[in-house]
């Protein structure tokens, strides 16, 4: 999905849902028309985006929404997952608590998930809960026999719920599959596992990212006066003690330049550099509390760009549900002594 796409995709999102809040905006007019004189309105630049990783930038907003998204991508968009093995056979090296819980970290594909009905939900007309799906192996040989993910056998009902890069193809040495356990010749094992819709607050295995995290934007003022005393040979020596290439030496105006300004991870090597040349405040650094650069890589189980927009909706719901619930108040009568 192209920039565009995926923005039209979120404006079209909050607009049809637009009318499902006007009616909390009447109530709360008062209280919004004070909100109103100062609220943001956050924008979002797509900078990368592939079906497992995704960058973006979030301005015009402030860190506390910043990490509410963060958080809400890590824990809070619902995934499908093992949660229940029932084990009928085991003779392999491993206990069953073991293989149980390698099962339960397998990522599954979850492009069902808003089709299910989670355990602490209530269930819908169309939603089901369980995905139930098997797994029956034994070792016939003399070799070391390898069983992976590859091997479950996927509930017919709902096959597009499968282990992320399932194939039956045993082949392909690209898709070997995520290993469980090894066994020897006249080891099995039988058992049947479920998968169920949940999320990363309930247990880790549902968690829908490999990484996702935030960077302040940095931001750098060179003060042009202290660095014209400085000779061409110190403003070079400036520049190669950064660490990364913030700064760059311009050969034909002999100016030190920012390159590359979010490559400062705020190491304190230029400032270091500063006052070894006796030039204290050559150079200013600060993080701006209005402009983050996210960073999102998934596991396979959705695609990037979905755990962003479903993260984006959770975070909708939620301050939905926060300003249908507070109650219209009268204004506050300012404190005595106050200006």
């Not at 192209?2 to 404006?11: E, G, M, N, Q």
């Not at 090894?182 to 247990?203: P, S, T, V």
């Amino acid at each position: 999905m192209s920039d565009k796409t995926i923005s039209a995709a979120l404006i079209e999102h909050y607009t049809t849902q637009s009318a499902e809040t006007s009616a909390a905006t009447v109530m709360h007019s008062s209280q919004m028309t004070t909100l109103g004189e100062n609220r943001r309105v956050p924008q979002v630049q797509i900078r990368e985006l592939r079906d497992d990783y995704c960058e973006f930038i979030l301005s015009d907003t402030d860190p506390s929404v910043a990490n509410a998204l963060r958080r809400i991508m890590q824990v809070e968009v619902p995934t499908i997952a093992i949660d229940l093995v029932e084990i009928e056979e085991n003779t392999t090296v491993l206990n069953d608590e073991f293989i149980a819980h390698r099962l339960g970290l397998v990522p599954l594909v979850s492009n069902a998930v808003s089709s299910m009905t989670g355990v602490f939900e209530t269930a819908g007309e169309s939603g089901f809960m369980d995905v139930e799906m098997t797994l029956n192996v034994k070792c016939t040989s003399d070799d070391t026999m390898e069983v992976t993910s590859n091997d479950l056998q996927l509930d017919p009902s709902h096959p597009e719920v499968c282990p992320v890069g399932y194939t039956h193809d045993a082949y392909d040495p690209e898709k070997k599959g995520i290993l469980l356990v090894k066994m020897r010749k006249n080891q099995e094992l039988k058992l049947r596992a479920i998968a169920r819709k949940g999320i990363g607050k309930d247990h880790a295995k549902w968690i829908p990212v490999a990484t996702v995290s935030f960077q302040y934007m940095p931001e750098i003022k060179i003060n042009r006066a202290l660095m014209d005393t400085l000779s061409e040979q110190e403003r070079e020596d400036f520049v190669k003690a950064s660490p990364t290439p913030v700064f760059r030496y311009n050969n034909i105006t002999k100016q030190v330049e920012i390159d590359q300004i979010e490559q400062y991870h705020f190491d304190g090597e230029a400032l270091a550099k500063a006052e070894e040349l006796g030039k204290p405040g050559l150079v200013t650094f600060k993080e701006r509390q209005d402009m983050f650069i996210f960073r999102v890589e998934g596991t396979g189980v959705l695609k990037a760009e979905d755990v962003v927009i479903t993260a984006l909706d959770v975070l909708h719901r939620k301050l939905y549900t926060l300003q249908t619930s507070l109650p219209e108040q009268d204004d506050v009568a300012p404190l005595p002594g106050a200006q």
